[in-house]
């Protein structure tokens, strides 16, 4: 039995506004058996209109585990129930799909909220995440983010769902990130890059690409809506999974020997394929080559 394989359900997200539980279906019809829910706004009310007890009842229905979902807007107030939420759905993982540090201050004040915010999680029989991107990797008080987000949270409280596609944009080797780090990451999610674009591979450089990114530097900490406004948004800078450039295997099989990955999860932000479902299917076929994995 190897790593289990999701999908996040970012890569079907264009469909799921139209036909959320439909979007399920067709995804367990695929061949998926785990999903990893997109877009879930914890300042809201229902989910995509729907009760956590239609989204459990449809799903298994179709046979596929909802094993967490990306969650926005979290705050102490809303906490307690968007947790009880996930687990009605019988979830292991709530996870913040990014989040944005222009301050030390800013920094030090998420790192206190997610301790207390991994801990009522444990309460409710959930994880908390945290999905990586390259703009962690920025320096702040002469480290990056990301050291410091991981040096001011707890272990056992706050775990990586590690992008291995937005570490190596941000030009950090993701072999010597997860051997330094093995304890801390819990799951890894898979995107892949093509050949076709390798002069916008490096992020750093993005300037070169984008009027507007032209003051950006390495070491320039971004906002959010400035981080929003020049990434490369258009669907030629991703493809489907085993389509690209990125390599797959060598990160399975250190996953696999250092043995704390439950998932991998396969996500794709934009595809060139006519449908979301065409991509994911064509992501799921080229992974089931990979060693060590349970698709």
Not at 9 to 37: C, H, N, S, W
Not at 52 to 69: F, H, V
Not at 146 to 155: A, E, F, R, Y
Not at 212 to 220: G, H, L, P, V
Request: proline fraction near 4%; charged fraction near 25%.
């Amino acid at each position: 039995m190897g790593i289990k394989v999701g999908l996040q359900g970012y890569t079907v997200r264009e469909y799921m506004r139209f036909d959320p539980l439909g979007a399920l279906r067709k995804t367990a019809g695929i061949g998926y058996r785990y999903i990893e829910l997109p877009n879930y706004d914890a300042s809201g009310s229902a989910y995509y209109g729907l009760s956590a007890e239609e989204w459990k009842k449809e799903a298994d229905a179709a046979n596929i585990s909802i094993i967490g979902g990306y969650v926005t807007n979290l705050t102490e107030e809303n906490l307690e129930k968007t947790c009880a939420f996930f687990q009605k759905l019988g979830c292991s993982r709530l996870v913040i799909p990014i989040d944005y540090f222009p301050s030390r201050k800013i920094l030090d004040e998420k790192c206190r909220f997610y301790n207390k915010a991994g801990n009522l999680c444990q309460k409710y029989g959930l994880s908390l995440y945290y999905e990586n991107h390259y703009h962690e990797f920025q320096q702040m008080d002469g480290q990056t983010v990301m050291s410091l987000l991981l040096s001011q949270t707890d272990p056992e409280l706050f775990h990586l769902s590690l992008n291995t596609y937005w570490l190596m944009r941000g030009l950090v080797d993701p072999y010597a990130f997860f051997r330094k780090y093995p304890d801390r990451i819990g799951s890894i999610v898979q995107e892949d890059y093509p050949l076709d674009q390798i002069d916008k591979f490096n992020m750093w450089n993005f300037k070169n690409h984008h009027p507007i990114a032209e003051n950006i530097q390495y070491d320039k900490l971004l906002q959010g809506n400035e981080i929003q406004n020049i990434h490369p948004v258009q669907c030629e800078l991703f493809t489907e999974i085993g389509e690209g450039i990125l390599k797959l295997q060598p990160i399975i099989d250190l996953a696999a020997e250092i043995g704390n990955v439950s998932y991998v999860l396969l996500k794709q932000d934009f595809t060139r394929r006519p449908t979301e479902f065409e991509s994911i299917e064509i992501s799921l076929k080229n992974y089931r080559k990979i060693r060590g994995v349970d698709c």
